[in-house]
């Protein structure tokens, strides 16, 4: 195992990664912007050191500044968490130069399923269904209004290089096609540096459904079972909820099971996750494979006892998976509400801010909080506006969805506005309560009726 290593990243998952190995034994650093001198992060770590100015692009998009710590500080392995440069293939090729290990996938399997057209012809390789749609990058608009006349509108036009909700274009006729392809493009340009895109059917509406995985270095590979991740808004996360209460033990034998081939289909190493779009019928399409820990990893922890940070930890430092297949067992049920520093009333505007008087949740079996912040924290406003993870299990979804309730009520955040009372509202939803609702639910249904208090 190793003795010292250094998280790339700020924030909650940065805290998460220092608390697990602290429990493991190992010692930590922290880097941090000028915006982050004050940070829960650095001053959780062993050691913690500065990188750069509050600029994402200057600190913790900086490999270089980054690179230098691990060296300087004796680090034998850095973890990027998500964001940032988790599924940058460059960075992790240069820490395996430097001999620094990247806590994830190895730099080609990340080149591999980091394109999203390259990601889908592996897929259809490997038996893994995907969505119907085009062969390749469309090489201009007017291929892609004749795929889309043969497919069928509506479709999705998505950028190769894509992620977080950028690039992305819902097309609802050919009329629209030109513009949305030209926009798209500019914002895939902008933000990955890439302009290639590609078209797909819209699978309406949908359930996304995703799968956690786990691989080492000697060809093991086990799913962890399904999370729900349908309500979102702007093609963003906001709850999510595991095991789906539209999988059967069939249907998530069937997932399972694709989503491991998927995985040795790139020889994947360690923790991962591969998205599905499931339909009316039942019938699942693959849409993405994420090559890093995904936000939303505690529910899967809460369901299965199994710490995958802990095991990311393991895997990246030579040790075989010790777990099963049939040693991975779903128990009760678990949700996690994103706790944003935003203004729900102002069209979710970010809050940045100070917290005057803060109160998380933490009492009573099943609840978890995960969390960079504290009373006094300044939340600067230069990066994502996630302050916490409120994460709940209980035997039943009912009961997970009380204690939701109940943690909601008792988080105070006095200083800056979050998007709490939306969240309240929206797991009190008799829809969501029944478990009724798929991934345009949130934006066509829910918001166009929910009045913001004053």
Same mark, same amino acid.
């Given at each position: 195992?190793?003795?010292?290593v250094?998280?790339?990243?700020?924030?909650?998952?940065?805290?998460?990664?220092? *608390?697990?190995?602290?429990?493991?034994?190992?010692?930590?650093v922290?880097?941090?912007?000028?915006?982050?001198?004050?940070?829960?992060?650095?001053?959780?770590?062993?050691?913690?050191?500065?990188?750069?100015?509050?600029k994402?692009?200057?600190?913790?998009?900086?490999?270089?500044?980054?690179?230098?710590?691990?060296?300087?500080?004796?680090a034998?392995?850095?973890?990027?968490?998500?964001?940032?440069?988790?599924?940058?293939? *460059?960075f992790?090729?240069?820490?395996?130069?430097?001999?620094?290990?990247?806590?994830?996938?190895?730099?080609?399997?990340?080149?591999?399923?980091?394109?999203?057209?390259? @990601?889908?012809?592996?897929?259809?390789?490997?038996?893994?269904?995907?969505?119907?749609?085009?062969?390749?990058?469309?090489?201009?608009?007017?291929?892609?209004?004749?795929i889309?006349?043969e497919i069928g509108?509506?479709?999705m036009?998505?950028?190769?290089?894509?992620?977080g909700?950028?690039?992305? +274009?819902?097309?609802?006729?050919?009329?629209?096609?030109?513009?949305?392809f @030209?926009?798209?493009?500019?914002? @895939?340009?902008?933000?990955?540096?890439?302009?290639e895109?590609?078209?797909?059917?819209?699978?309406?509406?949908?359930?996304?459904i995703?799968?956690?995985?786990?691989?080492?270095?000697?060809d093991?590979?086990?799913?962890?079972?399904?999370?729900?991740?349908?309500?979102?808004?702007?093609?963003?996360?906001?709850?999510?909820?595991?095991?789906?209460?539209?999988?059967?033990?069939?249907?998530r034998?069937?997932?399972?099971?694709?989503?491991?081939? @998927?995985?040795?289909?790139?020889?994947? +190493?360690?923790?991962?996750?591969?998205?599905?779009?499931?339909?009316?019928?039942?019938?699942?399409?693959?849409?993405?494979?994420?090559?890093?820990?995904?936000v939303?990893h505690? #529910?899967?922890?809460?369901?299965?006892?199994v710490?995958?940070?802990?095991?990311q930890?393991?895997?990246?430092?030579g040790e075989?998976?010790?777990?099963?297949?049939?040693?991975?067992?779903?128990?009760?049920?678990?949700?996690?509400c994103r706790?944003?520093a935003?203004?729900?009333?102002?069209n979710?505007?970010p809050?940045?801010?100070?917290?005057?008087?803060?109160?998380?949740?933490?009492?009573?079996?099943?609840?978890?909080?995960?969390?960079?912040?504290?009373?006094?924290?300044?939340?600067?406003?230069?990066?994502?506006?996630? #302050?916490?993870?409120? #994460?709940?299990?209980?035997?039943? *979804?009912?009961?997970?969805?009380?204690?939701?309730?109940?943690?909601?009520?008792?988080?105070?955040?006095?200083?800056?506005?979050?998007?709490?009372?939306?969240?309240?509202?929206?797991?009190?939803?008799?829809?969501v309560?029944?478990?009724?609702?798929?991934?345009?639910?949130l934006?066509?249904?829910?918001?166009?009726?929910?009045?913001?208090?004053?």
């Amino acid at each position: 195992m190793f003795q010292k290593v250094l998280i790339a990243n700020r924030g909650e998952i940065a805290v998460r990664v220092i *608390r697990a190995c602290r429990e493991l034994g190992i010692r930590t650093v922290a880097v941090y912007s000028e915006a982050d001198h004050d940070a829960l992060h650095a001053e959780l770590a062993d050691e913690a050191i500065c990188i750069g100015p509050a600029k994402a692009a200057d600190s913790y998009l900086n490999v270089t500044q980054i690179l230098s710590a691990a060296l300087v500080t004796h680090a034998e392995a850095i973890h990027p968490g998500f964001g940032f440069l988790s599924e940058n293939s *460059r960075f992790a090729s240069m820490c395996e130069e430097l001999n620094l290990t990247f806590i994830g996938p190895k730099a080609a399997t990340i080149d591999a399923m980091g394109n999203k057209i390259n @990601a889908r012809q592996l897929m259809i390789e490997a038996n893994v269904p995907v969505i119907p749609g085009s062969d390749g990058a469309l090489t201009d608009v007017h291929e892609a209004l004749t795929i889309a006349a043969e497919i069928g509108y509506p479709v999705m036009l998505k950028a190769a290089a894509g992620g977080g909700g950028k690039g992305i +274009r819902k097309v609802l006729s050919a009329e629209e096609l030109p513009q949305h392809f @030209a926009s798209a493009q500019q914002e @895939a340009k902008a933000a990955f540096g890439n302009d290639e895109m590609y078209l797909e059917k819209i699978i309406y509406p949908a359930r996304h459904i995703e799968v956690q995985i786990l691989g080492d270095d000697f060809d093991n590979v086990i799913h962890l079972g399904e999370r729900d991740c349908s309500l979102q808004r702007n093609n963003q996360k906001v709850l999510e909820e595991s095991p789906s209460v539209v999988i059967t033990e069939e249907k998530r034998q069937h997932l399972g099971q694709a989503a491991v081939r @998927a995985a040795k289909a790139v020889g994947y +190493r360690n923790a991962g996750t591969i998205e599905f779009l499931m339909d009316q019928a039942g019938a699942f399409y693959f849409m993405e494979m994420n090559t890093r820990i995904q936000v939303e990893h505690p #529910i899967t922890e809460m369901v299965t006892g199994v710490d995958l940070v802990k095991k990311q930890l393991e895997i990246a430092s030579g040790e075989a998976l010790n777990l099963t297949q049939e040693e991975i067992i779903m128990t009760g049920h678990a949700i996690e509400c994103r706790i944003n520093a935003e203004n729900p009333a102002f069209n979710f505007a970010p809050s940045p801010g100070k917290i005057h008087n803060l109160f998380l949740p933490s009492g009573g079996l099943g609840l978890r909080v995960d969390s960079g912040m504290y009373s006094g924290y300044t939340i600067p406003p230069y990066y994502d506006s996630m #302050i916490a993870k409120i #994460i709940v299990h209980g035997e039943t *979804r009912f009961e997970a969805l009380m204690k939701m309730q109940r943690a909601l009520g008792e988080l105070v955040t006095e200083g800056v506005t979050t998007n709490a009372d939306f969240q309240m509202d929206l797991i009190s939803h008799p829809q969501v309560i029944a478990g009724d609702y798929d991934t345009a639910f949130l934006q066509e249904s829910f918001l166009p009726n929910w009045t913001p208090e004053s």
